[in-house]
């Protein structure tokens, strides 16, 4: 559905979610490489992306062309 000019899903599951999510990230991934040779993205690495990060390690993507860094933003 669409709220003004955001696009809105909803999803039964997490995993669903994290696998939707993760083909739209892998298809942003592979049209960046498909121009550059290599590539910078910074993964959230809070315990609520678990499935989308799961998804994209199943991904069809050339990972020894990315350059991961991993958000952590915990305090305390």
Request: charged share 20%.
């Amino acid at each position: 559905m669409k709220v003004d000019n955001l696009t809105v899903k909803k999803f039964e599951t997490r995993a669903e979610m994290g696998a939707v999510a993760a083909a739209d990230i892998t298809a942003a991934i592979n049209t960046l490489l498909a121009k550059k040779t290599e590539i910078n993205m910074i993964f959230a690495a809070a315990p609520s992306q678990n499935d989308v990060l799961q998804s994209l390690v199943e991904s069809n993507v050339d990972w020894s062309r990315v350059n991961a860094f991993h958000m952590d933003e915990y305090i305390g």
